[in-house]
């Protein structure tokens, strides 16, 4: 088989191939555009590849592979010659192009395109830019790419001096950007962009009140009031600050405001004239700096009255409780400084462009009655009000509206131009080679008034915007937000504020422009409208609901909400014949088997007769498959099989390993009919900080339509890092709505389509419990050892490995253990280095005491869980998990979850059973279960104020009245908690050493420390050691998933911040006893990042040792060393020694062995590395775009050659 092989590619007619050649691997299976590709990237040219041909150095056309690969150097030729002058008017001394350009730049930028085509060389006062035009450029500019990046230039230097390090006005590298936007993207996320739609509609009504004072005789500026409105929507909005902007129609405007138009008009000024003038002392410079002090102060006014406030600490409250509160993975918010620059940012950008585009739209309807007609009937068949808050559901449903505002946004962007940066020398369509250092324009307004993509630009047509005509054009032909990362973070918000504006002020008012054509003014930063005045009309011409509305409306029912869908035309129970119904699950944690549980609940009260519930390797139709590869017509019994499952890194649960083979021998068959008669549907259970995220069910629903199973419903999923019963029961409702209008079923009282809003009795029974007498000896022994599994673990040392001093409060501990108790996984073996150790950890017994106060518990008392209880209690309830007599105590120590957030489950529990006792609490309780009638859910602010059972009894006295049979069955059981083991056994076979990083969360200024975490630091031995701690725990095979590589020779890269280090750790442990034994071992990298170097630097002394050994090279990432390090993140060590790692990765010596790369730490991590290396691959020419980097390292992936233990 033919091995990849290096190639130097030149561009034709390169006059020094040394100097200018580049090499690239071609792999097996390359193509000759493969080559083409890598070639066209090295060479930084984006022609397309039909207009490249490959030569030889004779100038012979190269057309098969082969030939390509029998050369030493391929030459480039392009059908475009390359161009190293760009077009462009001549340049007068010191001025440059001035006078081409002024004194309207974006008129004068429309000039030069027409006369010298789509990019164009300019200069300024010296500076030179180059504008573009045309998409096929632009896409190549406005990407973030090693060729292309954003950096403050041109005028937005001068809105620098005011918006400082905000989101809009700093650089992509620039670690303030890349921290702000990380943290500020969840409040524009679309859920949140929802929650605001209700205060959006206040304020336009509020709007609507004063506009109503106005007579239709009377000229108003409608900008004005554009402005004062979404100045007021995103001071409220956003910051939960009023300018009173709204009071009445003679309100002042704020001084915030004329200080911003102030700076923003005069920012194009500074920009143009030269930069002396801004030093000296006179009047224009002097009221600037006075207005950017005032912008200042008054946002400084803004963040003391929230720090101030009961919100101080609420970071869901707002804009500015995120850039108050918000932290990333390593602990980093924003500074007061970087706070001040984003409040003035979001004021400024989150009213500015806005309220253009409303006064912009306002005026093209008034232009264009037939449009504005058009839109009027769709408010109505909304059924959209001005004295009515209009829902999001509502304003989503207004298409011809959006596409309107599109249409808008074209004639009258409000930025006219993206400025970027070349940060590499690249040649782009047309053959112009851009050299690195170069300011670029992309000229949005030349290109939406471009007639070759728009044609009749002039003319205002919103149907250029119908989906149909959108698929045409490039979407990089419309960039009124921008693209890529750097788009505008704020633009759903701003187009569900402008419809929302538009809709309301629409169904109330007619507005009416007689005057000129109105221009924009080039004197401003933003477009907008100069001397835009209107009249306000009351509207008298509202169109009746279309026919179509109305029927829609008529067949419908009141809209369900989204939890809960309803039937629309229900019939009669049995009307179609109902087959078996089977819930499969497949559980580490039990979480899975109690959602087939409640579904199965729910299939009986539907009325289906056939109902199974079991594992998933238990299927019993799994023993009458017969696996072969034969198609046959014949089917296996109907049967409806709805499948819950989780997954861990990928692969299957323990129970559902068995399933998992047979679905792989079956796939190997390739008999496409082998379960014909099945249908299915499958809800996965999972964790999104986890790369392999729902991996495990996305197989089994793809699989099973691959052997022939007929795929019933949508799969489901549902995240563990947010609400995911929440998700599951919105799967359930939608499954169920499906399931029973298939079949034909109704909805009878007492049931539902969501699990948690089961309206039968007998859903929340107590447990049935009985106590035991102390003359039964025999039973209260037995009670005072049931502690959830056997204590077979001891605690030989406990050790702090952090420097805690008062600057440093955080602990990490290094626990040894005795694990020789407990069962090996492996022969010979107890364990392999990367494997788990699995530790259930107890309640402490503070924590105990305080409960059972709380609710009248005697915690020496004996019980005993009936058996019928186990028939219909959850099995992810304490009373599911306590088999034989046990007490209290032990209950409460060792098997009930306290520490978790009550779930919706235990909260609904509470409610059935102090209906009676406690209604108001009850009801409080129930509605918390799923979203309300408006589809507000408040269960994720309710947990977020009581974390845990002993909050919620604090809050809830009620709570109290509730028995121990009661709390057994709404109390979830603790689930085990997974440690990496920090040791090999080779060095210590019986013995097991746990990097422990100790959670002490503090919210509201009371501590919440971790479950496990905090029980393991407790776990403390006596210095003579005669009294050991014991716990209970279990070895866990990291599956081969997180395993060394069988030959001992492959070079290890190992990447972990904080614990993470804890599997390589045993790692290297094992290496370093494999080079005492005279043994060849690989070399090790090791990319470790902590906080500081005297702080948390775990395991110092032992790793420098080994690599004095030459063991390891380590490269370590201090993200708080003083003074800040370049390199503070891992990643960015694995960029400054790519060179090493990719020598690793992909040596050149055949006959080396190709590194495995380790991955421990957070999702984040994990995601950033992932990333980096997927920049490596490109950046050594193994890949060319985006998407083959991710294939690349996926096939790393399925080879076991890059692999990643991940936590939430």
């Known amino acids: 088989m033919a091995q990849s092989i290096p190639l130097i590619v030149a561009l034709k007619n390169a006059s020094n191939v040394a100097e200018e050649g580049h090499i690239i691997q071609v792999g097996n299976g390359a193509s000759i555009d493969t080559v083409k590709s890598l070639a066209a990237e ?64 974006t008129a004068g930028w429309m000039r030069l395109f027409k006369t010298y ?92 009140g004063i506009l109503e004072q106005y007579s239709p005789e009377e000229k108003v500026e409608i900008l004005d009031w554009a402005t004062n409105l979404t100045f007021e929507t995103i001071g409220r909005i956003g910051f939960g600050y009023s300018f009173n ?189 851009i050299k690195a250092g170069s300011a670029v324009s992309v000229n949005l307004y030349s290109m939406h008034y471009n007639d070759k993509i728009y044609p009749d630009p002039e003319r205002y047509d919103p149907n250029r915007f119908s989906p149909e005509e959108e698929q045409k054009r490039s979407r990089f032909a419309w960039l009124p937000f921008s693209t890529g990362p750097r788009a505008c973070i704020g633009m759903a918000f701003a187009l569900q504020e402008a419809k929302t504006v538009l809709s309301m002020f629409l169904h109330k008012f007619k507005f009416k422009y007689d005057g000129p054509p109105v221009r924009y003014d080039p004197k401003q930063a933003t477009t907008k409208p100069l001397d835009l005045f209107m009249t306000i009309h009351p509207r008298t011409d509202l169109p009746e609901v279309s026919s179509k509305a109305a029927n829609m409306k008529a067949n419908s029912k009141k809209s369900p909400e989204k939890g809960l869908p309803e039937l629309a035309e229900p019939t009669k129970m049995g009307s179609t014949e ?179 809003a089961s309206g039968k009795p007998g859903d929340r029974l107590p447990a049935k419990i009985h106590y035991i007498a102390p003359s039964d000896k025999e039973k209260w022994s037995i009670a005072g050892h049931n502690m959830n599994g056997e204590h077979n673990v001891k605690v030989l040392a406990n050790i702090e490995l952090q420097h805690q001093d008062e600057h440093n409060k955080r602990s990490t501990r290094h626990i040894e253990l005795d694990v020789s108790s407990l069962t090996p996984l492996h022969e010979g073996r107890p364990y392999q280095a990367g494997d788990h150790l699995e530790v259930m950890p107890q309640n402490s017994a503070e924590t105990v005491e305080a409960i059972a106060l709380g609710f009248g518990l005697v915690l020496d008392s004996v019980f005993e869980v009936d058996p019928e209880t186990y028939e219909y209690v959850s099995p992810r309830s304490m009373a599911a998990a306590i088999k034989g007599p046990c007490t209290v105590r032990n209950a409460l120590t060792y098997y009930a979850d306290l520490s978790s957030p009550p779930s919706r489950r235990l909260l609904g529990h509470f409610a059935s059973q102090l209906r009676k006792a406690a209604p108001e609490t009850a009801d409080v309780f129930d509605r918390l279960t799923m979203p309300d009638a408006n589809n507000v859910d408040r269960y994720p602010e309710f947990i977020n104020q009581h974390r845990t059972l002993l909050d919620l009894q604090k809050a809830y006295p009620q709570v109290k009245q509730l028995d121990f049979g009661q709390l057994l069955a709404a109390v979830g059981v603790i689930q085990p908690r997974r440690y990496s083991i920090a040791c090999s056994p080779l060095e210590h076979p019986d013995k097991a050493h746990l990097t422990v990083g100790v959670v002490d969360d503090v919210v509201h200024g009371k ?144 006959m080396q062995t190709p590194a495995s790369v380790y991955v421990c730490g957070s999702g984040a991590l994990s995601r950033d590395v992932r990333s980096t290396f997927c920049t490596l691959s490109k950046s050594f020419a193994t890949v060319e775009t985006d998407e083959e980097a991710d294939q690349y390292l996926q096939r790393l992936m399925d080879e076991n050659r890059y692999n990643e233990d991940v936590w939430g």
């Open 117 to 208: 085509g789509p990019i164009v060389d300019v200069s300024i006062i010296g500076k030179r830019v180059i504008g573009v035009n045309d998409p096929a450029i632009v896409e190549l500019v406005v990407k973030e790419s090693e060729y292309f990046t954003k950096k403050i230039t041109s005028a937005l230097v001068e809105i620098k001096e005011f918006a400082g390090q905000g989101l809009f006005t700093t650089d992509t590298d620039d670690e303030d950007w890349v921290l702000a936007h990380k943290l500020l993207m969840p409040a524009f996320s679309p859920r949140a962009i929802k929650a605001y739609q209700h205060e959006m509609g206040k304020i336009t009504e509020q709007t609507i």
């Open 1007 to 1150: 501590h919440y420390p971790g479950l496990a975490s905090s029980f393991l630091a407790r776990m403390q031995t006596d210095q003579g050691g005669e009294h050991a701690p014991v716990f209970r725990a279990q070895f866990k095979s990291s599956k081969s998933s997180f395993a060394l590589p069988a030959d001992i020779r492959t070079p290890l890269i190992m990447i972990a911040a904080g614990t993470g280090l804890s599997p390589f750790r045993g790692f290297l442990q094992e290496r370093a006893y494999q080079r005492k034994q005279g043994q060849d071992v690989g070399e090790c990298l090791l990319f470790f990042g902590c906080r500081r170097a005297d702080q948390d630097y775990i395991y110092r002394q032992e790793l420098e040792q080994w690599a004095k050994e030459g063991v390891v090279t380590i490269h370590n990432a201090f993200s708080r060393a003083l003074p800040t390090p370049p390199r503070k993140y891992v990643q960015h060590q694995i960029l400054a020694k790519a060179a090493d790692v990719w020598r690793l990765l992909v040596p050149n010596d055949a």
């Open 578 to 756: 109902l087959p078996p119904i089977t819930f499969l699950f497949g559980t580490q944690t039990g979480t899975a088997q109690d959602y087939a549980s409640q579904l199965a609940g729910q299939a009986k009260r539907f009325g289906f007769p056939t109902i199974t519930m079991c594992e998933m390797d238990r299927w019993n139709t799994l023993q009458s498959i017969k696996l072969n590869n034969s198609q046959s017509d014949s089917k296996l019994p109907t049967e409806l099989v709805v499948i819950c499952t989780a997954t861990y890194n990928g692969q299957p649960p323990d129970s559902g390993e068995h399933f998992d083979k047979f679905l792989d021998k079956a796939k190997e068959t390739g008999n496409s009919t082998l379960m014909n008669g099945i249908k299915y549907a499958v809800f996965g259970l999972g964790n999104k900080q986890w790369r392999t995220y729902q991996r495990y069910p996305m197989k089994i629903d793809a699989y099973l339509e691959d052997l022939g199973a007929e795929r019933f419903f949508t799969a489901g999923q549902g995240n563990a890092d947010e609400d995911m019963d929440a998700e599951f029961n919105d799967w359930c409702a939608h499954f169920w709505t499906h399931a029973l209008s298939y079949f034909g079923l109704a909805i009878t009282q007492g049931s539902s389509v969501v699990p948690s």
């Open 42 to 105: 090295k060479l930084a040219t984006s022609a397309p590849l039909a207009d490249i041909t490959l030569e030889d150095a004779c100038g012979n056309r190269l057309t098969e592979i082969d030939a390509v690969r029998s050369q030493q150097v391929v030459y480039l030729s392009l059908k475009e010659q390359i161009k190293d002058v760009i077009p462009g008017p001549r340049k007068l001394p010191y001025v440059g192009n001035l006078y081409d350009l002024a004194p309207d730049f």
């Open 245 to 433: 902007l709204l009071e009445n129609r003679d309100a002042p405007a704020h001084p915030f405001i004329q200080a911003m138009s102030y700076c923003l008009k005069h920012s194009i000024t500074r920009f143009q004239q030269a930069q002396f003038m801004k030093l000296l002392p006179i009047e224009a410079n002097r009221r600037y700096d006075q207005s950017v002090q005032l912008m200042r102060d008054v946002v400084a006014e803004v963040i003391q009255e929230r720090k101030k406030s009961s919100d101080a600490n609420d970071m869901h409250k707002d804009l500015l409780g995120f850039m108050l509160n918000a932290r990333d993975d390593n602990d980093h918010g924003l500074s007061d400084e970087n706070i001040r620059d984003q409040v003035v940012t979001f004021l400024i950008a989150g009213h500015d462009t806005t309220a253009n585009t409303l006064a912009w739209t306002l005026y093209e309807f008034a232009r264009n009655p037939e449009i504005e007609a058009k839109v009027l009937q769709e408010i109505v068949d909304s059924g959209i009000r001005h004295d009515t808050m209009p829902t999001s559901e509502q304003i989503s449903s207004l298409k011809y509206l959006h596409q309107c505002l599109k249409e808008t946004l074209r004639m009258h962007p409000p930025v006219r131009n993206l400025n970027k940066y070349c940060q590499k020398d690249c040649i782009v369509p047309g053959g112009y080679r």
